[in-house]
């Protein structure tokens, strides 16, 4: 995450750069419109509308992923209160493990 912060901030240390020392006036032409303005703000909007569009292309998973983890949050709670439930009923006397049922049927022969 801090490794996206710093290139973010690289890439926005490079368009200020460069949009300060290409600060003249130009024309974009995009379909039937027509803009004219100063490269820093024609790069600015360009910058922010590739934020804008990787945000939103990202937010599905994202949105996905939090689901997911708080589907396995609930599942994880769920054991967990099973787990304690099971621990603290003691076991019933009457039955005996597998291992000693058998080692005391085979001594009394």
Same mark, same amino acid.
């Given at each position: 995450? *801090?490794?996206?912060?710093?290139?973010?901030?690289?890439?926005?240390?490079?368009?200020?750069?460069?949009?300060?020392?290409?600060?003249?006036?130009?024309?974009?032409?995009?379909?039937?419109?027509?803009?004219?303005?100063?490269?820093?703000?024609?790069?600015?909007?360009?910058?922010?509308?590739?934020?804008?569009?990787?945000?939103?292309?990202?937010?599905?998973?994202?949105?996905?992923?939090?689901?997911?983890? !708080?589907?396995?949050?609930? !599942?994880?709670? !769920?054991?967990?209160?099973?787990?304690?439930?099971?621990?603290? *009923?003691?076991? $019933?006397?009457?039955?005996?493990?597998?291992? *000693?049922?058998?080692? $005391?049927?085979?001594?009394?022969?």
């Amino acid at each position: 995450m *801090q490794i996206f912060l710093i290139f973010s901030l690289i890439i926005a240390a490079l368009a200020t750069i460069f949009a300060v020392q290409n600060a003249a006036p130009i024309t974009v032409n995009f379909l039937v419109w027509e803009f004219e303005g100063s490269l820093a703000l024609i790069l600015l909007i360009a910058l922010i509308a590739g934020a804008m569009i990787s945000f939103f292309a990202s937010l599905p998973a994202l949105i996905k992923s939090r689901l997911v983890v !708080k589907s396995l949050n609930k !599942k994880l709670t !769920k054991s967990e209160m099973e787990i304690k439930r099971g621990a603290a *009923q003691p076991q $019933d006397e009457t039955e005996k493990p597998q291992e *000693q049922s058998t080692a $005391d049927s085979g001594s009394t022969q």
